[in-house]
C-alpha cells in the first residue's frame, strides 16, 4: 500500500479490525519513510460493475461517489456515517447477487431513492431534487404532492 502522504511503499499494517457490520476490514498502517499514519478499508467485490449512463456511456460502478451523493441529501439531517454506509451496502449487494454486471443509472438512482424514502423524507427528496433534475420550484411541489404514491411506487 502506497503511503498517501509521500508516496513511499513502504507501509506496515498497526492494526487490522472488522467494520461495524463485518462487510469490510478497518486497517491502520504506518508509513516506514515519513512515519504518517492513515487508514485503509478492505471490502469483499464479488463482481465488477459497469454502470450505464443516460447518454449510454459506461462507467464503472464508484462505491464512494454513491455514499457522496447520500451524504449531500442527508446533510444537517441527523443521519450517521453508520446509516449510510449500511444504504450504500445493501445497494451494492442487491447489485453484486443481482447477476448482473451492467446496471443503468436509473436503477442505482431508484435504489438510493427507495432507501432514503424509508430513512428520511427530506433526504429522499433532496436526493430525487438531483436525481430528477428539478429545475423549478414547481418541479418540488409537484414531486411533493404526489409524495406517498411515489414511495408506493419504490416498495
Known amino acids: 500500500m502506497r503511503c498517501p502522504f509521500c508516496g513511499s511503499e513502504d507501509t506496515q499494517v498497526k492494526d487490522s479490525r472488522p467494520v461495524e457490520d463485518a462487510t469490510a476490514i478497518r486497517r491502520r498502517r504506518q508509513c516506514g519513510s515519513c512515519g504518517a499514519r492513515f487508514t ?10 459497469v454502470v450505464i449512463k443516460k447518454d449510454g456511456r459506461r462507467t464503472a460502478f464508484d462505491r464512494d461517489k454513491l ?3 447520500i451524504r449531500i441529501a442527508t ?3 441527523g443521519i ?30 431508484e435504489l438510493a431513492m427507495a432507501s432514503l424514502a424509508e430513512l428520511d ?24 404532492r404526489r409524495l406517498p404514491e411515489a414511495e408506493d411506487q419504490l416498495t
Do not use: H, M, W
Open 40 to 49: 485503509t478499508f478492505e471490502r469483499v467485490q464479488l463482481r465488477d460493475i
Open 67 to 69: 455514499a457522496r451523493s
Open 75 to 77: 446533510r444537517k439531517r
Open 80 to 109: 450517521g456515517e453508520e446509516q449510510i454506509d449500511r444504504i450504500v451496502n445493501g445497494i451494492v449487494r442487491r447489485l453484486e447477487t443481482s447477476g448482473e454486471t451492467e446496471v443503468p443509472s436509473t436503477r442505482l438512482g
Open 121 to 144: 423524507e427530506v433526504a429522499y427528496v433532496r436526493f430525487a431534487s438531483v436525481y430528477r433534475d428539478f429545475a423549478t420550484a414547481r418541479d418540488f411541489e409537484e414531486f411533493i
